[in-house]
RNA sequence: UGACCUGUGGUGUAACUGGCAACACGUCUGACUCUGGAUCAGAAGAGUCCUGGUUCGAGCCCAGGCAGGUCAACCA
């Protein structure tokens, strides 16, 4: 591995020193919504430190609100992080330790540090004071230890309505740490759990939860994002009162990557306002969204390896993302030919109702990938794109009078054209030298080869081609409407494209490149009878690059 | 007008804990090629937010600024 980061430095310090034997980390998802590619480097965070030093995972669900969360986001969560590749040593709930968290509660009441108050939400915000100035002492905060244990029994008893009361911990008004304010450790919510039911009506802050549920899972290093820096000290200081196992939090800078959005309120916002098709649209930065896409656990896994990890902001060029997965496609996805704008090409001295099947080779990374068989005859389609009238300056393909080759067939020279009465040209006519068969040792040089489908074997195949969701490179930092950034052009949807015939079999899982287009991906709809295809990324094309803008796909 | 965190090429991370800034992506050349892909070779690009200080020597230490981020949910 390359240079360590601060997270490796300081667990290395930490078993150097003997402070720990194991290291043992937690993911800790909230169950109300879906994973994204910023969970990815999270995951990787957690799972990959414990891995690189022989120490464990915890998979743990933080659901300590039971209004947002739902049993069919626990499921979605698991499937991603084993599709990521990754195995958890345990699977917990902050739901499973309810009662050890109320006994905890209880023991900081009797050593006079929380108290019950009956303030409304907003006059506990009055008091809570601004960041830059100090709150003041609720009229409750000196209630006795007994009066505070009857209360908070009676809480858990059921006795009062939501909002009544809530258990505060008795810290310091006055702190310039808003968090230490004598932060709430417990509400009062008449609502059923996605796991515990109706056995309770009292649930605990995220405060009151996260560090003791690390404390009594041993976690020794809790990962978390820079937000909750400001919580550390909260949370240091119930783990010191309650004189538990001492879990450490750590804090590390999220994943921002350009053009889209990596929060889930904003990818909620998306999907409620039909901007996409749901959480798993190929667009979308989740990890469902991606896979659908055509993404590989591999290549989202390098990904969050060559990030790295630090504490400062940062936005990562979504570009990173695409040569991860172009690196890993070009080495196993099998290539095919497929045409996306289809324009006939007729091969004049070719005999007609002859079929010949030419070998292609699946792989040219990979010898083991074998060959298949192509049909091959006398009319063809060739791309619309790969063909000039008139060509530009620097264009390598066909045009009167040019010869190119037809990937693994035959050199071909262009004669004439075939146009409609506007003038559109519909048809190609070119002559093949029979002499230049792939695998022959033919001379003549060519500048270009293209791709064809053989017209009498051509299946017709849907490709969806998908581009940056945004048009802009950080959307999240925008004060415009979200909708008013998205990119336009985001989707654009081929009918009718003409691919050879073994793309008919292809099945949602395998991934193929094909040739001269980019990586594609059968969708999640699609069928023998109409395959559908999602564009994973573009190939590089130097050629494209150069041209005026809209000229590619 | 508070506290805390952060500030290194376009982007993301490094720099043996004080010894004249490295790697990757991107960009630009060229070679090769039956994918304008891949591969190979090479180049440009920062003097480390600013100003002082300590030191033989500072991106690393100190002081003061500046800039960005975070914090005022009975969310996590």
């Known amino acids: 591995m390359s240079a360590k980061n601060f997270l490796e430095e300081i667990i290395e310090a930490d078993l150097k020193s003997g402070r720990h034997q194991r290291i043992v980390t937690r993911f800790p998802p909230e169950p109300n919504g879906y994973l994204h590619i910023g969970h990815a480097k999270s995951i990787h965070l957690n799972f990959g430190l414990a891995d690189k030093y022989g120490g ?40 499973d330790y309810f009662e050890r968290l109320y006994e905890f509660a209880e023991k900081l009441i009797r050593k006079g540090l929380a108290y019950v108050d009956d303030s409304t939400s907003e006059e506990i915000a009055a008091m809570k004071g601004t960041p830059t100035s100090p709150g003041i002492n609720s009229p409750y905060r000196n209630r006795s230890v007994e009066e505070n244990l009857d209360l908070f029994r009676r809480m858990r008893a059921g006795e009062f309505p939501d909002g009544m009361r809530v258990l505060r911990a008795k810290i310091d008004m006055a702190s310039p ?13 008449h609502e059923a759990h996605h796991r ?27 990962i978390c994002t820079m937000e909750f820096e400001v919580h550390r000290p909260l949370y240091e200081w119930f783990i010191e009162q309650l004189e538990i196992f001492p879990s450490r939090q750590y804090e590390f800078a999220r994943l921002n990557l350009s053009y889209t959005v990596l929060s889930k309120r904003k ?9 996409v098709s749901g959480w798993d649209d190929p667009r979308m930065p989740t990890l469902s969204g991606l896979r659908r896409r055509g993404y590989t656990p591999e290549a ?30 070009n080495r196993r996805a099998q290539r095919r030919m497929v045409v996306l704008s289809p324009l006939k090409l007729i091969l004049t001295n070719y005999p007609e109702g002859q079929t010949e099947w030419l070998p292609l080779e699946n792989n040219p990374e990979d010898a083991s990938a074998g060959m298949r068989e192509v049909p091959f005859s006398r009319e063809l389609y060739m791309e619309q794109e790969d063909f000039m009238e008139m060509p530009v300056k620097g264009f390598l393909r066909m045009a009167p009078g040019r010869l190119v080759r037809l990937k693994g067939a035959y050199v071909v020279r262009c004669d004439d054209v075939v146009k409609d009465e506007k003038g559109a040209v519909v048809a190609v006519r070119a002559t093949y030298l029979p002499e230049t068969r792939s695998g022959g040792a033919s001379e003549v040089k060519v500048k270009s080869t293209l791709h064809w489908v053989c017209a009498a074997h051509a299946v017709p195949v849907k490709v969806l081609l998908y581009d940056r969701l945004f048009q802009v490179e950080h959307p999240a930092a ?71 803008a809209g000229a590619g796909s």
């Open 300 to 329: 989202i896994r390098e990904f969050c390896e060559r990030i790295g990890v630090a504490r400062r902001d940062n936005v990562v060029d979504v570009g990173l993302l695409e040569y991860c997965i172009r690196e890993d496609l």
């Open 56 to 95: 464990i995972t915890n998979l743990r669900f933080d659901d300590t609100n039971p209004t947002t969360e739902e049993t069919e986001y626990v499921e979605s969560i698991k499937r991603d992080i084993r599709w990521l590749g990754y195995e958890w040593e345990n699977e917990f709930y902050a739901s």
């Open 267 to 275: 990818l909620l916002q998306l999907v409620n306002e039909g901007h």
């Open 478 to 548: 925008q004060d415009e409407p979200l909708h008013t950034l998205l990119n336009p052009q985001s989707l654009a949807i081929v009918e009718q494209a003409m691919a050879e015939p073994s793309l008919r079999q292809a099945a949602p899982g395998e991934y193929f490149q094909f040739l001269r287009k980019g990586y594609f991906t059968p969708d999640l709809t699609t069928t023998p009878d109409r395959p559908v295809f999602n564009r994973t990324v573009t190939l590089k094309d130097h050629w494209a690059a150069k041209q005026p």
């Open 177 to 189: 740490n808003m968090h230490l304010r004598d932060p709430v450790m417990y509400r009062i919510k």
């Open 196 to 222: 515990t039911g109706t056995d309770w009506c009292i649930y605990p802050m995220y405060d009151f939860a996260h560090g003791q549920c690390d404390s009594l899972e041993g976690i020794t290093h809790s």
